[in-house]
């Protein structure tokens, strides 16, 4: 498995960065379905642990999904 290193690639395309913007999900049902993905989706980690980026210029934006 390949482990991006995004702000590598960032600099080394002349990309100096100031915030990343990232986005996560809640997801709300009644849908048993729904509920086993919603489930595996919260212990699953998140992509900005897995990427390893810097937490002093991350900004998330939370989402709640109703289904």
Known sequence: MEILRVEEILRENGIEERVIF???EE??????????????????PHFVKF?????????????RLSM
Do not use: E, M, N, R
């Not at 937490?55 to 989402?63: D, R, W, Y």
């Open 22 to 24: 990232y986005g996560l």
């Open 51 to 63: 990427l390893d980026l810097p937490p002093t210029k991350l900004h998330g934006v939370l989402t």
């Open 27 to 44: 997801i709300q049902t009644s849908s048993p379905l729904w509920k086993i993905y919603a489930f595996i989706k919260q212990i699953s």
